[in-house]
């Protein structure tokens, strides 16, 4: 029987043939399912992972330059960065770490600073890319220790890093529809759901479950659990899209629970 599997193995490997990156592209759009099963049978690149990685990144910092480009977008911004530091020191000034006029005088220096093109631009764009690369290898070694451990997957942390980055072009995809979706709305847009589109506070419980309701984001992780079934080399494609979309979900809720005690929190809730 293993003898079969090997002689199986082996002529599928030798039947795919490779694929451009172009083709990839397309396929993790169109076709994943077909794509990851084709991928799994030929050697992992680099590319695979590294190249959605940085357009990822290319294109969110794009996008902060374009907002801060729109003066009413720009203002908006401004306005809810405000709004969460000055609903941080209000908590401190109750709990006694900082006086009233201490409050005042830091945000007095605080909208200074919002006006610094250093703040403006660079500091977003240096958090965009270290908070990508935190976001990615995190995520991925979790969905790798799931995977292998636990579903108990054929497969190694290079073919994990290929399941997680080729569906991040869906990502970017998305990036791309909500700057121009943005800028017809003239408002800066932080997913394709009803909280975003109606403008509803994150941080409230109908606003955060309203947010859940993404296209997007969805998408991008049912395919993040087929990839990661093909790539791992099981025909159990149904509880890998259950726990890429269940893993999403739980981290998400630590999130928003994290933001009812420390505003910061509210700006990774997407």
């Known amino acids: 029987m293993e003898t079969e599997e090997t002689n199986q193995t082996e002529q599928n490997s030798t039947e795919v043939e490779e694929l451009s990156h172009t083709d990839k592209i397309v396929g993790v759009i169109s076709e994943p399912t077909n794509l990851f099963s084709k991928l799994a049978f030929l050697n992992t690149k680099v590319t695979d992972w590294l190249l959605p990685l940085l357009a990822m990144i ?33 908590k401190m000034v109750e709990s006694g770490q900082m006086t009233q006029e201490q409050v005042d005088e830091q945000l007095d220096k605080t909208s200074e600073m919002m006006n610094n093109p250093m703040f403006t631009y660079l500091f977003p764009s240096i958090a965009i890319f270290v908070m990508s690369l935190v976001w990615f290898f995190v995520f991925t070694t979790l969905a790798f220790v799931v995977a292998k451990f636990a579903f108990k997957g054929d497969g190694g942390y290079s073919q994990a890093m290929t399941a997680m980055g080729l569906p991040m072009y869906i990502s970017v995809l998305q990036s791309i529809i909500l700057i121009v979706v943005g800028l017809l709305m003239g408002k800066m847009l932080t997913g394709l759901n009803p909280a975003s589109l109606m403008g509803m506070d994150v941080k409230t419980l109908p606003g955060f479950l309203l947010s859940r309701l993404d296209v997007f984001s969805i998408w991008f992780y049912v395919v993040v659990g087929i990839a990661f079934a093909k790539m791992f080399k099981t025909n159990n494609v149904k509880n890998y899209i259950i726990a890429s979309v269940g893993i999403w979900l739980v981290f998400m809720f630590i999130i928003f629970g994290l933001a009812q005690v420390s505003p910061m929190f509210g700006n990774m809730i997407r």
Request: hydrophobic residues 40%; proline residues 3%.
């Open 58 to 90: 290319i294109v969110a910092i794009v996008a902060t330059f374009i907002y801060m480009s729109n003066p009413s977008i720009k203002y908006e911004m401004q306005q809810q960065q405000e709004k969460a530091m000055r609903e941080q020191f209000e």
